[in-house]
């Protein structure tokens, strides 16, 4: 019985990790809500600690930050860090599509393909805020495929701030868009169209850019349990 007890603490944790990243990612938790371990303790039932290492984890994703002495909270980036993180973005997946241009392979073309079929079923099934969750891991999913840990590590944190910045000041997110300009890049890819691929990515990027501006926005925070008892069922019915 303790033997296996590290891997059920080990599940517990990337069970919290997992609901609460999509939550943050789906936009069910705002940017700058606060994130307290007794709170994600209670609601993953688990200890204090476990939370805290929850936490830990989303905070190398660059979706929460942590202050000494504070509750964690969701992360919130500013406009000027916008601009930043948007233009380090641009240089960073540039660097992906080439290596994926280098590294396309038939496996390669089935995973991605399968990840765009079901933004697809998602978009069509008006799933709004899944298919804003499903855009940024369809980058994150490319930079993985790239074969470089290290650049995969940072296109992870730089795609999951722009979803932040895009939840915050953001005009409403069009999944269609997003499917058809993934389409067009899978295109490339399977042509092996360098060029045409580091353009359609720019321009992609580009487009996410445009829609970062002030939202007047004011609607009803929820409640943090809420949405815990929300994600965590859902992830627990996947285990």
Same mark, same amino acid.
């Given at each position: 019985?303790?033997?296996?007890?590290?891997?059920?603490?080990?599940?517990?944790?990337?069970?919290?990790?997992?609901?609460?990243?999509?939550?943050?990612?789906? =936009?069910?938790?705002?940017?700058?809500?606060?994130?307290?371990?007794?709170? &994600?303790?209670?609601? *993953?039932?688990?200890?204090?600690?476990?939370?805290? !290492?929850?936490?830990?984890?989303? =905070? %190398?994703?660059?979706?929460?930050?942590? @202050?000494? $002495?504070?509750?964690?909270?969701?992360?919130?980036?500013?406009?000027?860090?916008?601009?930043?993180?948007?233009?380090?973005?641009?240089?960073? !997946? /540039?660097?992906?599509?080439?290596?994926?241009?280098?590294?396309?392979?038939?496996?390669?073309?089935?995973?991605?393909?399968?990840?765009?079929?079901?933004?697809?079923?998602?978009?069509?099934?008006?799933? $709004?805020? %899944?298919? &804003?969750?499903?855009?940024? !891991? *369809?980058? &994150?999913?490319?930079?993985?495929?790239?074969?470089?840990?290290?650049?995969? @590590? *940072?296109?992870?944190?730089? %795609?999951?701030?722009?979803?932040?910045?895009?939840?915050?000041? $953001?005009?409403?997110?069009?999944?269609?868009?997003?499917? #058809?300009?993934?389409?067009?890049? *899978?295109?490339?890819?399977?042509?092996?169209?360098?060029?045409?691929?580091?353009?359609?990515?720019?321009?992609?990027?580009?487009?996410?850019?445009?829609?970062?501006?002030? #939202?007047?926005?004011?609607?009803? @925070?929820?409640?943090?349990?809420?949405? &815990? /008892?929300?994600?965590?069922?859902?992830?627990?019915?996947?285990?």
């Amino acid at each position: 019985m303790t033997s296996k007890e590290p891997g059920k603490t080990t599940s517990r944790i990337d069970i919290a990790h997992t609901a609460l990243r999509r939550a943050i990612l789906e =936009q069910a938790l705002e940017p700058g809500t606060k994130l307290p371990e007794d709170t &994600i303790g209670s609601g *993953f039932d688990m200890s204090r600690t476990l939370a805290r !290492e929850v936490l830990a984890k989303l =905070q %190398v994703d660059g979706l929460v930050d942590i @202050k000494r $002495g504070r509750s964690a909270r969701v992360a919130r980036p500013s406009l000027s860090e916008a601009m930043d993180i948007f233009h380090l973005r641009r240089t960073l !997946e /540039g660097e992906v599509v080439r290596l994926i241009i280098e590294r396309w392979s038939r496996d390669m073309a089935s995973e991605l393909n399968a990840h765009i079929h079901e933004e697809e079923i998602a978009a069509k099934a008006g799933k $709004g805020h %899944v298919s &804003i969750r499903l855009a940024g !891991e *369809f980058h &994150i999913k490319l930079s993985e495929m790239a074969g470089s840990p290290l650049l995969a @590590k *940072f296109v992870n944190e730089t %795609v999951n701030r722009c979803s932040l910045i895009l939840s915050l000041y $953001g005009r409403p997110h069009s999944p269609e868009c997003a499917v #058809s300009e993934h389409r067009a890049l *899978f295109d490339a890819f399977e042509t092996g169209n360098l060029g045409a691929a580091i353009s359609l990515m720019d321009k992609h990027i580009g487009s996410v850019e445009e829609r970062a501006m002030i #939202s007047e926005d004011a609607d009803e @925070k929820p409640d943090l349990l809420d949405v &815990i /008892g929300l994600y965590s069922d859902e992830e627990n019915t996947a285990a």
